[in-house]
């Protein structure tokens, strides 16, 4: 679980996959001069109980790379669209410790702790307000600390024709192309025409962004054509952002206009305590993006999944021929499917299983269908009702 | 699973319900002043890991009913056919003390160690020596250390059934009507015409005696009603059984001969030391019942179980309106026919479990296909050649 403080070294494999892509230019590179990245590291990851607990959250543990935590590939991932000094990370109080050990590479300028979580928006909003008073000129993109890419090629293009897109004074999201009709997602819904082409694909306008939809509502989006999944990626000029703010959510934008002025001075801590609280508590999608009259998207396919419940890491981990995944100490007979995870020294035994879940740590155990894995949020809030925090 | 050294105090439940039997007599009282019991406690009960180790066999763990073991059950079983002084557990030097500790109520001169493990024939057939120097008019009783059995009443009239046919110098044993096509058990072969027939009903001789069969032959089995389960209960005149014992394993005979005259002596040690090892390792049911013609069987129906693995143990255990047997600490939605045992303090979270075994102790978990339940036999023997004996 302990994710090492040390980055990967360059050139990595990474790199050179990067570097074979046909479609990156010079111009980009000059182009991401002015490019900076905010990292709103917030959320549990409830789904993912009982090995992401309030004090660990889903961000901060190595679930799909060994000695890497989600938010350390995150930021590995942004290093290939990025300067170094041009990274944000948001995040509050109780992980504020772990994300400095996590991230030793960043400046204490670079880790922005928000007082009280207040959503995305406020988080996102911050973010801007302080790069925007670095860098009037500045193109900013958000990307969420617990998300999984697999293939960082297609990433670092989706990312280069935002910033295109970008320029043309749009609110750009990255959007998804579904694989699969995923009742766990968010959809945005995109005009057939494109807005625009780049060389990096073509960029569409957005009708409308749709909560999680149920099955049936799904497979049609799905069917459609006309449906992304919504990955959270978003790449704006921070001077749009911050006029768009100002239009849809006023008390944000001069709340954290306030902040970022008294950022670094002696004044910050009080101005920051003094309105913060003050702030709502609101998504950028629900505050900004889905109402916007500027937003566009563009479509990328690159491995992405938001790693929801142990269903889905299960579909991220290395698995045997029987489709089994396992971590841990373990034998096992006649196992398909099946997702097992130990965070113990414990010897497992598993015989005959069929799409379980099995999760193991010192304190708490979970056996699940893994078609079912999502209602471990039950278990979480049940053990909330009981007064056992201790163990969510 | 700490078993209680106290004996439940008279009169329980039990005894109330078997007062109440019609056919308790007068006769069986006088009759049973001269019947002994002999418990075999051996055995490990590997498809009750990781519960049942080698350290802790079956027969040591309160597995049906909170704080009597199942060999203190089978003690305060037999108190309703036995003489409290009539006895008498074999056993090995590694369970000596927790015999003894278990089991407060019988003198030293009850509890014979075996120094090593030779099968049920030389530990009967040790016990049968003994008892016979006490009591050469002896009737004696053998009962497995580590079965249930849920109807008190009707074992007490299958007991006093045998002992009428062992009167008639035959080796007995009580037969389990099978109520389905069970492959963990053994399976004896009756004549469907009675030998003779008693207050307790009729008295068969036993054509042959089966090992476990597959699921076809079980079927066929059942189907046919002339076979029994074989619970390794066997009631005969020690008499006869020592002359059975001289004519089919006459080596086992001379040997607990010569310990039985040397025990209570100073040579006791020095005899058992040196004839012990010699014996075969063999069991009973191989050595002798397989080959004597004068075998009879008594047809009986009593709840019995072997208690053969996690399957098993969950039909006994008191289940929810859903089939699932729980104990420890545990939330679990949607979960059908699991069965789940906590040794641990750990919460545990179910989800949409269906047939499924789960057994957490401290330091190993079991998850199962109930099903496929007595496969983990195979887990101890893996476990073994990995020589992580401590497990096991």
Same mark, same amino acid.
């Given at each position: 679980?302990?994710?090492?403080?040390?980055?990967?070294?360059?050139?990595?494999?990474?790199?050179?996959?990067?570097?074979?892509?046909?479609?990156?230019?010079?111009?980009?590179?000059?182009?991401?001069?002015?490019?900076?990245? !905010?990292?709103?590291?917030?959320?549990?990851?409830?789904? #993912?109980?009982?090995?992401?607990?309030?004090?660990?959250?889903?961000?901060?543990?190595?679930?799909?790379?060994?000695?890497?935590?989600?938010?350390?590939?995150? %930021?590995?991932?942004?290093?290939?669209?990025?300067?170094?000094?041009?990274?944000?990370?948001?995040?509050?109080?109780?992980?504020?410790?772990?994300?400095?050990?996590?991230?030793?590479?960043?400046?204490?300028?670079?880790?922005?702790?928000?007082?009280?979580?207040? &959503?995305?928006?406020?988080?996102?909003?911050?973010?801007?307000?302080?790069?925007?008073?670095?860098?009037?000129?500045?193109?900013?993109?958000?990307?969420?600390?617990?998300?999984?890419?697999?293939?960082?090629?297609?990433?670092?293009?989706?990312?280069?024709?935002?910033?295109?897109?970008?320029?043309?004074?749009?609110?750009?999201?990255?959007?998804?192309?579904?694989?699969?009709?995923?009742?766990?997602?968010?959809?945005?819904?995109?005009?057939?025409?494109?807005?625009?082409?780049?060389?990096?694909?073509?960029?569409?306008?957005?009708?409308?962004?749709?909560?999680?939809?149920?099955?049936?509502?799904?497979?049609?989006?799905?069917?459609?054509?006309?449906?992304?999944?919504?990955?959270?990626?978003?790449?704006?000029?921070?001077? !749009?952002?911050?006029?768009?703010?100002?239009?849809?959510?006023?008390?944000?934008?001069?709340? %954290?206009?306030?902040?970022?002025?008294?950022? &670094?001075?002696?004044?910050?801590?009080?101005?920051?305590?003094?309105?913060?609280?003050?702030?709502?508590?609101?998504?950028?999608?629900?505050?900004?993006?889905?109402?916007?009259?500027? %937003?566009?998207?563009?479509?990328?396919?690159?491995?992405?999944?938001?790693?929801?419940?142990?269903?889905?890491?299960?579909? #991220?981990?290395?698995?045997?021929?029987? &489709?089994?995944?396992?971590?841990?100490?373990?034998?096992?007979?006649?196992?398909?499917?099946?997702?097992?995870?130990?965070?113990?020294?414990?010897?497992?035994?598993?015989?005959?299983?069929?799409?379980? !879940?099995?999760?193991?740590?010192?304190?708490?155990?979970?056996?699940?269908?893994?078609?079912?894995?999502?209602?471990?949020?039950?278990? %979480?809030?049940?053990?909330?009702?009981?007064?056992?925090?201790?163990?969510?």
């Amino acid at each position: 679980m302990a994710a090492s403080s040390r980055p990967p070294s360059h050139p990595s494999t990474a790199v050179r996959r990067v570097r074979a892509g046909t479609r990156m230019s010079r111009q980009l590179t000059s182009m991401t001069n002015n490019f900076w990245t !905010v990292i709103p590291a917030g959320g549990s990851g409830t789904r #993912l109980w009982p090995v992401s607990r309030a004090g660990t959250p889903k961000f901060l543990l190595s679930l799909v790379q060994e000695r890497r935590s989600l938010l350390q590939q995150t %930021v590995d991932r942004l290093r290939f669209v990025c300067q170094p000094r041009h990274m944000m990370v948001v995040c509050g109080p109780p992980h504020a410790v772990s994300v400095t050990r996590q991230l030793p590479e960043l400046l204490e300028s670079q880790i922005v702790v928000e007082p009280s979580p207040r &959503g995305t928006g406020p988080a996102i909003a911050l973010a801007a307000a302080l790069i925007e008073r670095q860098d009037p000129d500045a193109i900013m993109g958000s990307f969420a600390a617990d998300h999984a890419v697999r293939d960082l090629s297609e990433f670092v293009n989706a990312v280069q024709g935002a910033i295109i897109a970008a320029c043309q004074d749009q609110l750009v999201t990255i959007g998804i192309q579904p694989t699969r009709p995923e009742t766990g997602y968010g959809y945005i819904e995109w005009n057939d025409d494109p807005a625009f082409t780049t060389d990096f694909g073509a960029i569409h306008r957005v009708s409308s962004f749709v909560e999680k939809p149920d099955i049936a509502t799904a497979t049609a989006y799905v069917e459609s054509g006309r449906y992304l999944w919504n990955a959270s990626m978003f790449i704006w000029k921070v001077s !749009v952002f911050m006029e768009e703010l100002r239009t849809y959510l006023p008390e944000v934008a001069a709340g %954290v206009s306030r902040i970022a002025d008294a950022w &670094g001075t002696p004044e910050q801590e009080e101005v920051t305590l003094d309105v913060w609280p003050q702030l709502p508590d609101i998504s950028i999608d629900n505050g900004l993006m889905e109402r916007s009259q500027r %937003v566009a998207v563009v479509p990328a396919e690159m491995g992405w999944s938001d790693i929801g419940d142990w269903h889905g890491l299960g579909t #991220l981990l290395k698995h045997d021929e029987a &489709g089994n995944c396992v971590r841990g100490d373990t034998i096992s007979s006649g196992c398909v499917n099946s997702v097992v995870w130990s965070d113990t020294k414990r010897v497992i035994s598993l015989i005959g299983l069929n799409n379980i !879940v099995v999760v193991d740590t010192p304190d708490a155990l979970l056996v699940a269908d893994r078609s079912q894995a999502q209602l471990v949020r039950a278990t %979480v809030s049940r053990l909330k009702e009981l007064n056992r925090t201790n163990l969510c």
